[in-house]
């Protein structure tokens, strides 16, 4: 069984289309994430969500929205689309130790997003 | 403020031979630090973490990494390289309040026959 999934795992668009990622855990895990990797393969934060709770909301345009609706799923809403959008999106959890949050990431293995 | 540097975008070795990628840290507090390896086309593996006790990590796939405080470093190394370890790898840290991960820019790692 995959442990995190994200689907779909390709996604070719128009400019100002609006699209969705899906991503599910079934590690039982509190907290999830979700990354931009851009063409250089440079790694950024976007969003994280513990427990359903919005935690991380890195300097993202209002344009990206993620939505959890039970600590297994976050799902990436994106409207309208721009050529600068196009990268690999991963989606990744992680288990809290404790109090702390020391605990690793496992990543899905991406959506590459094409906007032409 | 947390940050990792990876000043290596690219390491050679041939296989058999040692390698090391190379990764220094600058945090606030005590430092959480993360290897991983990306094979193409794939999501991030986790190799190893250093979070507290022994300064020699070991890891997947026969790796380890060094954490050396007083030239805040975190090198993963590997005492024999095979081709297939040939890879991009991520430094990273965590801020354990705020959960977030800071990746470096990735060094590209290519293993010879």
């Known amino acids: 069984d995959t442990a995190v999934s994200q689907t779909p795992k390709y996604l070719v668009t128009q400019m100002g289309n609006d699209k969705s990622i899906k991503c599910e855990q079934n590690l039982g895990h509190d907290t999830m994430y979700w990354y931009k990797q851009d063409s250089k393969k440079f790694l950024k934060i976007m969003f994280s969500?513990?427990?359903?709770?919005?935690?991380i909301n890195e300097t993202v345009p209002n344009r990206f929205s993620p939505k959890s609706p039970d600590k297994a799923h976050l799902n990436l809403h994106i409207n309208s689309l721009e050529l600068g959008d196009s990268a690999v999106y991963f989606c990744?959890?992680?288990?809290?130790?404790?109090?702390?949050?020391?605990?690793?990431?496992?990543f899905g293995e991406g959506s590459r997003l094409t906007v032409l | 403020a947390q940050s990792v540097a990876q000043p290596e975008d690219q390491v050679n070795v041939a296989e058999g031979n040692p390698l090391t990628v190379k990764c220094t840290y600058s945090?606030?507090?005590?430092?959480?630090l993360f290897w991983y390896v990306q094979y193409p086309n794939r999501g991030l593996q986790f190799l190893l973490k250093?979070?507290?006790?022994?300064?020699l990590v070991k890891g997947s796939y026969g790796f380890e990494a060094e954490f050396n405080k007083s030239q805040t470093s975190f090198h993963l190394k590997k005492p024999s390289a095979l081709v297939s370890d040939s890879a991009l790898y991520f430094c990273a840290s965590i801020n354990t309040n705020a959960g977030k991960s800071t990746f470096g820019d990735g060094t590209t790692l290519t293993v010879k026959p």
């Open positions: 945090v606030s507090g005590n430092p959480y």
């Open positions: 250093y979070i507290t006790g022994d300064n």
């Open positions: 969500y513990n427990n359903k709770e919005l935690i």
């Open positions: 990744a959890s992680s288990q809290d130790q404790g109090t702390l949050n020391t605990g690793e990431l496992f």
